[in-house]
């Protein structure tokens, strides 16, 4: 009886070694393909994921900076009535957050922060006329985010 080793009959087709040889290759080759697949379906996944949390710091950005900018209207206009309004507004509501108003001197600052904790500021260093309510009040320059 002359025993021979399972690869020495890979050059017969016929033979069970050969298909099961040939099944596991394929086997490796879809297990491969499979991994490749995954790795880059997740690296899309990151991506996407990245690029939802960039949005939405946009948009939070942009929310917490009209906030900010109502809060400034705000001061304006009690400045357009009582030009010697001095007064400090703090967490006043408006939209999906609050803002808060310092006039110091010549200076308006407003502060936003958004339900979701974005936060904006806006200076505005202003002139007013003088003259009765309503007066004129002209912003000199406008920071925002200083």
């Known amino acids: 009886m002359i025993l021979e080793h399972p690869l020495t009959t890979l050059d017969n087709p016929s033979s069970i070694n050969y298909r099961q040889f040939k099944a596991g290759s394929v086997l490796l080759v879809v297990v491969l393909l499979v991994a490749l697949l995954a790795a880059v379906v997740m690296g899309h996944l990151q ?6 949390q960039l949005v939405q710091n ?36 408006f939209a999906s957050g609050a803002y808060t108003v310092a006039v110091e001197g010549s200076t308006v ?27 004129t009040v002209q912003i000199e320059r406008l920071r925002i985010n200083p």
């Open 47 to 52: 991506i996407n994921t990245e690029e939802i």
């Open 58 to 93: 946009q948009t939070g950005g942009a929310d917490a900076l009209a906030i900010s900018e109502a809060g400034l209207n705000d001061a304006l206009a009690r400045l357009r009535q009582d030009p010697g309004w001095n007064a400090r507004l703090a967490d006043i509501p």
């Open 109 to 135: 600052t407003s502060t936003a922060v958004t339900s979701r904790g974005f936060v904006a500021k806006i200076q505005a260093d202003v002139t007013k006329s003088p003259g009765g309510p309503p007066c």
